[in-house]
């Protein structure tokens, strides 16, 4: 629901190129209050589902700290949301004061620095809840779920490491949307999983 709507969302905005600006840059600016609602609808979703882990819990033998994590996506995303990022890479233009907006030298905002402040849950967090289950599925001889879990743990992690290298160049940002939206991707399509997952096991275990 997140990729579906942000995909849709970039496809609209002029001026606007996935594979070099962030996702974050789409909830900035006049048209920026779809991806904005993007964020917060999602992130409420997540919270609901980390209730939802935490009721499963025993039955399913998550790790303890999972349920905390993916609220803390969620909170992240909702946080996201509310604090709208600062344009990054020439997006979204200032229609006064492009030149400034758009310079690297351009000073952080508030608003911008709390944005980032709330990615630390989503892009740290969910490699380390994926990581505890590999960890748990292979104590339990459940090694295709060991394995995907590390998979996507790194896979997310190698690709956080590889935007971020991109924006964090002034002046250049490459292709860190691209990688950034393989990370988003791979770790949300894990969070999907392990939702389903947990699911399943309550609905059998009733």
Same mark, same amino acid.
């Given at each position: 629901?997140?990729?579906?709507?942000?995909? /849709?969302?970039?496809?609209?905005?002029?001026?606007?190129?996935?594979?070099?600006?962030?996702? !974050?840059?789409?909830?900035?600016?006049?048209?920026?209050?779809?991806?904005?609602?993007?964020?917060?609808?999602?992130? $409420?979703?997540?919270?609901?589902? $980390?209730?939802?882990?935490?009721?499963?819990?025993?039955?399913?033998?998550?790790?303890?700290?999972?349920?905390? /994590? /993916?609220?803390?996506?969620?909170?992240?995303?909702?946080?996201?949301?509310?604090?709208?990022?600062?344009?990054?890479?020439?997006?979204?233009?200032?229609?006064?004061?492009?030149?400034?907006?758009?310079?690297?030298?351009?000073?952080?905002?508030?608003?911008?620095?709390?944005?980032?402040?709330?990615?630390?849950?989503?892009?740290?967090?969910?490699?380390?809840?994926?990581? !505890?289950?590999?960890?748990?599925?292979?104590?339990? $001889?459940?090694?295709?779920?060991?394995?995907?879990?590390?998979? !996507?743990? /790194?896979?997310?992690?190698? $690709?956080?490491?590889?935007?971020?290298?991109?924006?964090?160049?002034?002046?250049?940002?490459?292709?860190?949307?691209?990688?950034?939206?393989?990370?988003?991707?791979?770790?949300?399509?894990?969070? !999907?999983?392990?939702?389903?997952?947990?699911?399943?096991?309550?609905?059998?275990?009733?």
């Amino acid at each position: 629901m997140f990729v579906g709507g942000f995909a /849709v969302i970039g496809a609209g905005r002029t001026g606007y190129d996935w594979r070099r600006h962030a996702v !974050s840059s789409l909830a900035a600016g006049r048209g920026g209050w779809p991806q904005r609602g993007n964020f917060v609808l999602v992130g $409420a979703l997540y919270c609901i589902a $980390a209730d939802g882990l935490a009721r499963t819990m025993i039955r399913t033998g998550l790790p303890r700290v999972v349920p905390a /994590v /993916v609220f803390g996506v969620g909170a992240g995303l909702i946080g996201s949301g509310v604090f709208v990022t600062d344009p990054v890479a020439g997006f979204p233009p200032d229609e006064h004061h492009a030149d400034e907006a758009c310079s690297p030298r351009a000073e952080p905002t508030l608003h911008g620095k709390l944005h980032n402040l709330c990615a630390i849950p989503i892009f740290v967090g969910t490699p380390v809840a994926a990581m !505890s289950c590999a960890v748990v599925g292979a104590h339990k $001889a459940d090694y295709r779920w060991a394995l995907y879990s590390a998979g !996507s743990a /790194v896979a997310m992690s190698g $690709a956080f490491v590889l935007f971020a290298r991109a924006f964090g160049t002034a002046g250049h940002a490459g292709m860190g949307g691209f990688w950034q939206r393989v990370s988003i991707a791979t770790g949300f399509g894990w969070l !999907s999983a392990l939702s389903l997952r947990a699911l399943i096991s309550s609905r059998a275990a009733s």
